[in-house]
């Protein structure tokens, strides 16, 4: 074998279809023969131009003696000038992806080195944020940097890997006026007789390129308070945002973010590492970034009160998130990417942790459950992969639903396997041991086998080390001449070459006697199948498998109508209704549809709702239709609003469509369910909601909430005059780039649908937007091309993933190009479509009529 082959043979776990190409090799960290250990830069920022001019010093120490070179990423810099200040001269070439420094004389192990860097950079392909072409100029000019995972090397010679954590001295001039925000505390401000002034940040803590920030600009500012940390130091808080957004804005977005840090630093018995907590939002950052100190958002996140009322338990959840990488990433940093679940699984559990001890339990197992249901959508609908792998095309394919949810729900089976104490003991001694270090997966496991005293090996090789998910099916049977209820929980196989093991865990089941008193038992399973019985006098009334939402696992409930029915409207747990409402709506039945419907208006938990009007939304029935039209009149909760409008999308049903305009004609809808309301008249396919689906893509509400969901709903649509909309908002430097980028995508779902000669033209127009200069434009129209689904669009997908956008970027552009390839042309897949859809609607008819038959005996 050669040298690849004999490699992945001794690594437990090669690449998982559809996730890695085949034959990767497995990613390691780098060496550091020279490891930077002091940054000090001094930055000019042209916000206008989207560019950046600098001088560099950095100090490095020499680990190997037996290698005089340095090699930085610099991709694409203008390098003027490399010299060395001390250890003598030194050779330097910039090759267009790094700057190779030579040190003319050998060092000594240990010793330090510095080095003087000049260079600049103009609008680089990624890594510096600014404003796009519809940017008012009369907001102000901004520049704010975004890395994750490795594109602080478009602007900033470094080594762009997490490993590499030097400390930070930066010097940032700018405008008069302007905002110059960075890493750690502010030193000074020194203002110069140019118009400009410098202010200088210095950090004493390691601080990683992905986690290093700078941000500039005319911006808002709020206060946040302080937050005193144990050992008396105050940390000032605060909020940033351009116009046109305010102080009210921010405060009313972020204000919870003290409140956060005092629960966050004791609930870990940790005390907050950094001199400052600020946070910034600018369009553009796609999400939020938790860089050491000054935490970046996208301005979607900065609300209003209507937003507010709507997702403002949303963007506390983004927060909460944010801040927990302080200590999951930011002072305990993941020595390279194979161990990223390190961060971002603690942070996304860390979110449930936060809502159990400030909202219920309740709230914390409905959040569980949007995490295994993220999860799942991925693993079944994408592919699987091991939470912790070597083997990925780029660092940036990592940041899926496996390595957040994913490996959340992984986290909350091990704590409820080693009990709540051995648990967060050996977290807390985790993050004290290696607070300002770097940590690998068995550092972590380590720390909680010390705390436990249980060999933790074969779990974190099942869960974190292999791929899938045990999928299970629950089957109840009472025996009333014996007495025994008996749970038969049984595994369902992966195909054979899927590489996932064979998972040991516990199941516990608990039932409702005809008393209503509650019995729970406890199986392990490690086999084919667990067996739990109980001896009872008569049939129960209910049956709970997992009520404790401790399993990251699909469970299918083979139980009668009678038991599901009781569940979703009287389990006292969360996962007891959901399961139940999912099992009902899989039957179809009528009376367990109704069941849902009823238990829905009078769930107290909105978030429990959300889900009920899915199953509802999934359901094959007509009735299911007319329950989620009732409900429209029903529901007064902001939050729970956008999901039953989403899921009023699932069906085809004209008085259901006329039920989402009436309820859009109220005034004051909410953003998000406004948005979701036009996709689902879109999704009717109905010509009479053309021109309000046109009209509604032009609104010019709070961050374009709604003009987004009329651009899906013209996708979904996709008449001829719904195509030339998209391709309007589409082409148009002036829409809205929020709103242009999902019209991009949207314009090839709606365009596969049109003539050959349209199909041709608007390959012509995807040609044209997959040069645009906005990168989140040229990703979309990737996106686009493979929804339009014609072959030809693979070559304009290659040629962007060679040149228009970053490395990380490269091998998911050239995966859609190999699909596109390999498309049917001529639309034949988008004509066999189409006679599915009648054949569906067709078929949902027919059993509307079975329905309204007289009912013979009772669901069962």
Known sequence: MSHRAILTGLVPHSSAPGFARAGIAPQYAPDLAWEPVHLALQLRPDAARRSMSGVQVLRAVCRDPSTRVLTLNAVDLQ???????????????ADGDHLRIVWTEAAARGEERTVEIRWSVTAPVSGLVGPTAAWDADRGPFLVSDHETQRARY?????????????????????????????????????????????????????????????????AEASGGEHVTADGRTVPIAFYAPAPYTADDLER???????????????????????????????????????????????????????????????????????????????VVCRDFAH???????????????????????????????????????????????????????????????????GAVRLHLLRCEIGDDAFFRGVRSYLARYRGRVVETDDFRRELEEASGRSLARFFDDWFRSPGYPRLTAEW????????????????????????????????????????????????????????????????????VDPDSALPAKITLELGADHLIRSVHQSPTVRGRLDAATALAKKGRVQGLNAIAEAYRSEPLWQVRVHFSRS???ASSRHAAGLLAGLLEFETDAPAMSALLDACGGH???????????????PERPYRAAGAALGALGKQRDPRFEERLIAASSDDGWWGWVARGAAR?????????????????????ATRRPVRVVAVSCLGRAGRWQSKVTRERLLDTFRMLARDADLGVRKAAAVGLLHLGEPAGAGVIRGLASTGVPLQDRASLEKKAAKLAGKDPGGRIAALEKTVEKLTADLARLQGQVERQPQGDADS
């Open 79 to 93: 390098v003027e000038s490399v010299q060395g200040l001390d250890g003598g001269s030194v050779e330097w070439r």
């Open 155 to 219: 602007w900033l010679p470094c080594i762009d890997h997490p490993s590499v954590r030097p400390r930070l001295d930066i010097t940032l001039t700018v405008p008069a006026g302007h905002h110059a925000l960075s890493a750690g505390a502010k030193v000074e401000d020194l203002p110069h007789d140019d118009g400009t002034h410098s202010v200088r940040w210095t950090l004493s803590e390691g601080c990683p390129s992905y986690l290093t920030c700078v941000a500039t600009g005319l911006f």
């Open 253 to 331: 977005s972020f204000g919870r973010t003290r409140e956060m840090l005092d629960w966050m630093t004791g609930f870990l018995d940790s005390t907050y590492p950094y001199p400052k907590y600020f946070q910034v939002a600018v369009p553009g950052i796609g999400g939020a970034m938790e860089n050491i100190s000054l935490v970046s958002w996208d301005d979607s996140w900065v609300v209003d009160e209507r937003a507010h009322a709507e997702f403002g338990w949303l963007v506390d959840v983004i927060n909460l998130h944010e801040m927990a990488h302080t200590w999951f990433g930011d002072v």
């Open 340 to 406: 990223s679940w390190l961060k971002e699984s603690w942070a996304t559990y860390m979110e449930s942790v936060w809502l159990e001890h400030t909202v219920s339990i309740d709230a914390m197992h409905v959040h569980l459950a949007e995490d295994r249901r993220a999860y799942f959508s991925e693993a079944d609908g994408v592919y699987i992969r091991p939470i912790s792998t070597r083997f990925f095309d780029s660092a940036w394919d990592l940041y899926d639903r496996h390595l957040y949810p994913g």
């Open 477 to 544: 049977a009472f025996d009333a001449d014996e007495g025994t209820g008996t749970l038969t929980v049984l595994r369902k196989a992966w195909p054979k070459d899927s590489k996932v093991p064979e998972f040991s865990f516990p199941i516990t089941v608990a039932v409702e006697d005809t008393a209503g008193a509650w019995h729970r038992k406890t199986g392990r399973m490690d086999g084919e199948k667990a067996v739990l019985r109980f001896s009872l006098d008569a049939e129960v009334q209910q049956v709970v």
């Open 616 to 618: 509802l939304g999934t």
């Open 652 to 666: 085809r049903d004209p008085a259901l469509a006329d039920a989402v305009a009436g309820w859009l004609d109220r």
């Open 713 to 733: 709903g013209l996708g979904a649509l996709r008449t001829p005059a719904a195509v030339e909309a998209l391709e309007r908002l589409a082409c148009s430097s």
